[in-house]
């Protein structure tokens, strides 16, 4: 065995697709770390485990025609503190977990089989003890890289590193089942310096959905200095997402040179009164999308998640501010083309007490689809389906746009209904 790489089968590992092998990586990786840190070597073949707990200094290296096939037995997904949709609880370890690690990879050119059928039948019939394992997901960590790999079939969120700084993912093959519940593809949440590029992302919800934890997180901890760039998003509920988990506040994210087909929704905003947070200085620019319910949403009256439904979420009279209101500002998007769009070309509902503000569209082309189907752009209580519309803005202060096209759509290019007025350059 090469000095500082690791061979699972050398520890007893079978590839048969059959024999289960979590001891067997579990002493692999305990070797590993006892030397200081390498390389957890999975050659070709399939190997069934249980969840894959990594150490500092460990870089887990499948090669080209390995698969690791995650079990069903939830005996083997031990019970750790983590987050669950942006609140601190108890949840199965995910099939490759960590916390409090540093210099932590998965790598290579083989695949990650989350066989989520299982779980996802599970949650349907309301059985699961405790929260589903996600893919990949590292707590507290340092120094992170996820690149190479194809993501398939993930118990629920495929990638969610949780509180952790520089954080690479590169170059990956997401696929989960466009009918599978919860499956994102990418969720950075509340962490700092993250760069996701060069991956293929089709999932049975948002494709990359930044987060910060809600209301109910004790510890607030933004997720800032986000950049996203060369990724194409096929299906799932939204291309990138922020929010609607924001209240440790989202910053200083770039989303560039993107190609989003079939998703619902294009760039999509989201929050309600009582998360508190700011959302601010977000950048889009250079994105080609086809096929989209709506390319641009930013909504302050999301009603999806416990106590949506509250009358106080829905009323659209004025709230006093507290430090549970949100606030969305400084949000920029920039050349970029969006075909076949069924519902409106943009949808912006600020919260009545705190107007969406600072807010810009720049040679900006909406063409809409005109066999277009009526349909929701956004969730919210109230909202009825539309098609072909323009720009829908409510609650808005301070927005531009220049050199916006919008063509096949019925009705104004834009329907303002209060705030001060944009400044308007639509041809």
């Known amino acids: 065995m090469m000095s500082g790489v690791y061979n699972i089968k050398q520890f007893g590992a079978v590839n048969d697709g059959e024999t289960l092998n979590t001891e067997a990586?579990?002493?692999?990786?305990?070797?590993?770390?006892?030397?200081?840190?390498?390389?957890?070597?999975?050659?070709?073949?399939?190997f069934l485990?249980?969840?894959v707990i990594l150490k500092s200094n460990i870089n887990l290296y499948l090669e080209a025609g390995a698969v690791l096939?995650?079990?069903?037995?939830?005996?083997?997904?031990?019970?750790?503190?983590?987050?669950?949709?942006?609140?601190?609880r108890e949840v199965y370890a995910s099939c490759i977990y960590a916390e409090n690690a540093e210099n932590i990879s998965v790598t290579g050119h083989g695949t990650l089989d989350g066989n989520g059928g299982f779980w996802w039948a599970l949650v349907r019939r309301g059985e699961n003890e405790y929260p589903r394992p996600k893919l990949v997901s590292f707590h507290s960590c340092k120094r992170v890289l996820i690149s190479g790999v194809k993501m398939v079939n993930s118990p629920s969120w495929t990638v969610n590193p949780i509180c952790c700084e520089d954080v690479t993912v590169h170059n990956l093959s997401i696929l989960n089942p466009a009918d599978s519940p919860n499956t994102d593809g990418i969720d950075p949440e509340s962490c700092r310096n993250v760069r996701i590029s060069d991956c293929h992302i089709d999932v049975g919800d948002d494709c990359i959905a930044i987060k910060s934890g809600t209301e109910d997180t004790a510890e607030r901890v933004p997720c800032e200095n986000i950049t996203i760039t060369n990724c194409t998003m096929i299906h799932g509920h939204g291309a990138v997402v922020l929010g609607s988990e924001m209240s440790g506040d989202i910053r200083n994210v770039t989303v560039s040179n993107c190609v989003f087909e079939g998703t619902d929704r294009g760039i999509r905003l989201k929050s309600r009164r009582?998360?508190?947070?700011?959302?601010?200085?977000?950048?889009?620019t250079n994105i080609v999308m086809k096929k989209v319910i709506c390319p641009f949403i930013i909504n302050l009256y999301y009603h999806c998640g416990p106590r949506g439904n509250d009358p106080y979420v829905s009323d659209k009279n004025p709230y006093p501010i507290t430090a549970e209101t949100p606030a969305f500002r400084r949000v920029h998007f920039s050349h970029i083309t969006a075909r076949q769009v069924s519902a409106a070309a943009g949808f912006i509902y600020g919260l009545?007490?705190?107007?969406?503000?600072?807010?810009?569209?720049?040679h900006v082309?909406?063409?809409?689809?005109?066999?277009?189907?009526?349909?929701?752009?956004?969730?919210?209580?109230?909202l009825e389906p539309m098609k072909q519309r323009g720009f829908y803005c409510a609650n808005v202060?301070?927005?531009?746009?220049n050199h916006v096209t919008i063509t096949n759509h019925e009705g104004p290019d834009v329907v303002w209904d209060g705030g001060t007025g944009p400044a308007s350059q639509l041809e």
């Open 274 to 284: 009582g998360r508190g947070g700011v959302v601010e200085d977000i950048r889009v």
């Open 25 to 46: 990586v579990s002493s692999a990786i305990d070797a590993c770390a006892a030397a200081g840190g390498g390389t957890v070597y999975v050659p070709a073949g399939t």
């Open 352 to 362: 009545a007490e705190r107007f969406v503000e600072d807010i810009t569209f720049d």
């Open 69 to 88: 096939s995650f079990c069903h037995d939830v005996k083997e997904y031990p019970v750790v503190e983590s987050r669950w949709e942006g609140v601190k």
């Open 365 to 382: 082309s909406v063409a809409m689809d005109q066999d277009a189907e009526a349909a929701l752009p956004a969730m919210m209580a109230g």
């Open 49 to 51: 485990t249980g969840a």
């Open 397 to 401: 202060k301070n927005i531009q746009f």
